[in-house]
């Protein structure tokens, strides 16, 4: 998914992202779509609103208290209800830690040249945190020497930013002039010496804050999400959790969330009336314009861009979810969202097994890239293998068939990602993703004339 965090145990990912496009040529001729293509399986939000609002709430307290117990001196219980394997990963003791390190002695650092967000708890000779660059992973420091009275940062450090065999090696070097902390960054694989460090501090304290806010994501009956986002200093920390059916913690990251870039099309209003691309009631998984709602806010090309499912009987899937056919969505037509020009397909990538990333040989797998106004270009990614009814320079009307919904590329589960970006090439450097807000739809039964759709609704024409 690539969210930014540092992962205390792992959860299995619902929606693959497609940050890693890459642009390449047509596929070979298009084949037909079967007939007749299959009708809408939810045609009303009454038929899973009251289910998924049950089931919302039961995840909702289980998540609350979960959390409570975590950041309320109680780490030793959430242990107690961790799985047999997360247990094997961490002790009580560590746990136990996580709060005091998130509140004291937090050394931050950032390396401008590439966006990087070093942020770490500093206990006698370590420290150990957050790298962010886009995603987040952990880094790890060791000072070289003993620390030093009245500036415990200052000299030498030397560590690595992840772990295993794609740690990449670093060495820090701190000083304190003038009652300021400077530094500076080498990473001797890559042979850079010296990289000037800026926005540096350290903390004796750091305040957490209480809860701001909090979502349940019942995905399935086996995963079970909850998300909250707690005011952390100047910034803000988010957790994650995935409960079992039984209230056991299966999953638990933690996460900084830094501020946002400026978006530099945060006041565009399209002339275009976007309509939603599909029949029935879909699910916004990811959706909106923050981290915590939607991961795609940190990719300047899909800043507003939505992963949408089916949801029905309690989840995205019936059975156990081990094959496509198994998920609602797999399957759906898909439709062009407004009149325009095609001018990217691609076709014949097979679908993946579920839970299994593929991004080769594209990671937005089987798509149809649209056209709409001078700078308007629209993406739809994942589709189904050999369901593409288009090719390049087709024109096409709003609501006319594109294909079916897959799970190709980039992607663990069928579903569809759509997004805006204002060039049709999705790797131009300067590319900047458009706000997309659809017309005349219904978000949980409810008429919206035009509007964003955020993380946890259910939309459907209107």
Same mark, same amino acid.
């Given at each position: 998914m690539n969210r930014r965090e540092?992962?205390?145990? &792992?959860?299995?990912?619902?929606?693959?992202? @497609?940050?890693?496009?890459?642009?390449?040529?047509?596929?070979?001729?298009?084949?037909?779509?079967?007939?007749?293509?299959?009708?809408?399986?939810?045609?009303? =939000?009454a038929e899973v609103g009251p289910g998924y609002d049950a089931a919302s709430a039961a995840l909702l307290a289980q998540g609350r208290e979960v959390a409570d117990q975590l950041f309320g001196g109680d780490a030793a219980t959430v242990y107690d209800r961790m799985s047999p394997a997360l247990q094997g990963? =961490?002790?009580k003791e560590r746990l136990a830690s996580l709060e005091p390190s998130l509140t004291t002695d937090r050394v931050h650092f950032e390396l401008p040249q590439v966006g990087g967000v070093f942020d770490g708890h500093l206990a006698g000779r370590t420290i150990e945190g957050f790298y962010t660059?886009? &995603?987040?992973?952990?880094? &790890?420091?060791?000072?070289?020497?003993?620390?030093?009275?009245?500036?415990?940062?200052?000299? *030498?450090?030397?560590?690595?930013?992840?772990?295993?065999?794609?740690?990449?090696?670093?060495? @820090?070097?701190?000083?304190?002039?003038?009652?300021?902390?400077?530094?500076?960054?080498?990473?001797?694989a890559q042979k850079l010496t010296g990289l000037p460090l800026s926005n540096l501090s350290y903390a004796r304290s750091v305040a957490l804050g209480e809860r701001e806010t909090d979502e349940a994501l019942p995905v399935s009956s086996t995963n079970r999400a909850y998300v909250a986002q707690y005011p952390w200093g100047e910034d803000a920390i988010a957790l994650a959790?995935?409960?079992?059916?039984?209230?056991? @913690? $299966? $999953?638990?990251?933690?996460?900084?969330?830094?501020?946002?870039?400026?978006d530099p099309a945060a006041d565009y209003e399209s002339e275009i009336a976007y309509r939603l691309p599909f029949d029935g009631v879909w699910w916004v998984f990811w959706g909106g314009d923050t981290v915590l709602q939607n991961y795609h806010v940190e990719y300047q090309n899909q800043r507003h861009? =939505?992963?949408?499912?089916?949801?029905?009987?309690?989840?995205?899937?019936?059975?156990?979810g081990k094959r496509n056919e198994d998920y609602w969505a797999f399957g759906q037509p898909l439709f062009?969202?407004?009149?325009?020009?095609?001018?990217?397909?691609?076709?014949?990538?097979?679908?993946?097994?579920?839970?299994?990333?593929?991004?080769?040989?594209?990671?937005?797998?089987?798509?149809?890239?649209?056209?709409? $106004? /001078?700078? /308007?270009?629209? =993406?739809?990614a994942h589709m189904k293998q050999?369901?593409?009814? @288009?090719?390049?320079?087709?024109?096409?009307g709003a609501g006319d068939l594109l294909g079916l919904a897959g799970n190709s590329g980039n992607s663990s589960e069928p579903h569809l990602h759509v997004h805006v970006q204002d060039k049709a090439d999705f790797f131009a450097p300067d590319a900047v993703g458009l706000p997309l807000r659809f017309s005349d739809y219904l978000?949980?039964?409810?008429?919206? $004339?035009?509007?964003?759709?955020?993380?946890?609704?259910?939309? /459907? *024409?209107?």
């Open positions: 540092m992962v205390i145990g &792992s959860a299995t990912a619902l929606v693959g992202s @497609v940050a890693g496009f890459h642009t390449m040529g047509l596929a070979a001729p298009v084949a037909p779509v079967a007939s007749p293509v299959a009708g809408p399986v939810v045609t009303g =939000y990963m =961490y002790t660059q886009g &995603s987040t992973t952990t880094f &790890s420091l060791t000072a070289d020497g003993e620390p030093k009275a009245g500036a415990p940062v200052d000299g *030498r450090w030397t560590g690595q930013i992840g772990g295993g065999t794609a740690a990449i090696q670093m060495a @820090v070097t701190f000083a304190t002039v003038a009652g300021r902390l400077s530094g500076t960054l080498d990473v001797p959790v995935g409960i079992s059916p039984e209230g056991g @913690v $299966a $999953a638990l990251t933690v996460a900084p969330v830094w501020p946002l870039p400026v861009a =939505y992963d949408i499912v089916v949801w029905k009987d309690g989840g995205t899937h019936t059975g156990d062009a969202p407004a009149a325009g020009t095609v001018v990217e397909v691609l076709d014949g990538i097979a679908n993946n097994a579920p839970g299994v990333l593929n991004p080769k040989p594209h990671p937005a797998g089987n798509h149809v890239v649209i056209q709409t $106004a /001078e700078r /308007e270009f629209v =993406y739809l050999h369901s593409i009814r @288009v090719k390049q320079s087709d024109r096409v978000a949980d039964g409810q008429p919206v $004339a035009k509007g964003v759709p955020v993380q946890g609704q259910f939309i /459907e *024409r209107g």
